[in-house]
């Protein structure tokens, strides 16, 4: 699948972030029904950075430049809404990035969610400078959090950013949230979809478990999946295939399932294929899927973005160990 320029990868998005802010004084939401945080500096960026050798100091003041929204309100998209652009320069108080952005996200839906949210920032003739992905929530019903996302600084020349657009708003059900790593959920495993790849109209998702419990966790045949759009409707007529053979080209999902024994640390994959060849018919898209590891398992919600184009087909692979990834320590 096609990638963005310096997009954190979507396996992280399970790391849920109530506001995009390294320095912060979060509260659980006040009578106003907001997520408060504070920061001087955009998250993931040092203060003030380092000072020239042999030269003396240069007091920051902290403070970007702001520079105008297209309209009063901001860009809004799906409950989002930038509230803030700046440019960050040198002596403004954080190094290593070019710019940043103000946002709130408002949940009108009836379940807590946890939101993906992908960010363009763009030039003056309206072309993309660069586009950044941000994680937020949970988000509770009828409430709203704020957040940061950042344009770090970039290496040689590039065009001067004067506008940023909300370009994709992904919301999933916080009790069905992926995660890759963190404090280990109830079910005993982190479950996960990587960012995949695509060549010549092939596309590849790898899922991924990692058994994060004290105890063993078996395994023995396909991921069961349930497809939705973007309105998290069922998508219905695509035929889920077990393996991989039948989509043109793909590799990695073939073979009969076989037991995978993971013990604590270890990691399970599978795989998912598809084409998106578009003849006669109406494309399918499905960004999200919903994953259960096996019968019975609790559900997990990953967005691989599945562009079936008019295929009517979804290969799945069978898990199988994965003797490449490390093996990780628990953490409760």
């Not at 002596?91 to 960010?119: H, I, P, Q, W």
């Not at 960012?195 to 063993?216: I, K, P, Y």
């Not at 409707?233 to 009969?256: E, F, K, N, W, Y």
Request: hydrophobic share 35%; glycine share 14%.
């Amino acid at each position: 699948m096609p990638t963005v320029s310096r997009t954190a990868p979507a396996v992280l998005a399970g790391v849920l972030l109530l506001a995009a802010c390294d320095s912060q004084s979060v509260s659980p939401g006040g009578d106003d029904g907001r997520v408060r945080a504070e920061t001087l500096c955009p998250s993931d960026f040092s203060q003030y950075g380092n000072a020239p050798s042999g030269e003396p100091a240069v007091t920051a003041s902290g403070t970007p430049t702001p520079l105008p929204l297209p309209s009063a309100d901001g860009a809004a998209e799906e409950g989002v809404e930038v509230t803030g652009l700046y440019a960050w320069g040198t002596g403004s108080g954080c190094a290593g990035v070019d710019y940043s952005a103000e946002f709130k996200v408002t949940n009108r839906g009836t379940k807590a969610v946890a939101y993906t949210l992908t960010f363009g920032f763009r030039s003056a003739s309206g072309g993309a400078v660069d586009n950044v992905e941000r994680t937020v929530g949970p988000v509770e019903p009828g409430r709203y959090a704020e957040g940061t996302v950042v344009m770090p600084e970039a290496p040689g020349s590039a065009p001067e950013v004067t506008g940023i657009d909300v370009l994709k708003v992904r919301g999933v059900p916080a009790d069905e949230a992926s995660s890759a790593s963190g404090p280990c959920p109830k079910s005993g495993v982190h479950l996960y979809a990587d960012q995949g790849d695509a060549a010549m109209g092939l596309r590849v998702v790898g899922l991924h478990l990692v058994n994060c419990g004290t105890g063993t966790y078996r395994l023995n045949g396909y991921p069961k999946l349930e497809l939705f759009d973007e309105d998290h409707d069922t998508v219905d007529g695509v035929r889920i295939l077990q393996g991989t053979d039948q989509i043109s080209m793909a590799t990695g999902g073939s073979g009969s399932p076989q037991p995978v024994v993971l013990r604590p640390g270890e990691a399970a994959a599978a795989t998912l294929a598809w084409r998106n060849t578009t003849q006669a018919g109406d494309p399918v898209n499905a960004p999200y899927v919903r994953v259960r590891a096996k019968p019975g398992a609790r559900p997990v919600m990953v967005m691989p973005e599945l562009d079936l184009g008019t295929t009517g087909k979804l290969g799945v692979g069978p898990w199988k160990k994965d003797e490449t990834a490390p093996v990780t320590t628990p953490q409760p």
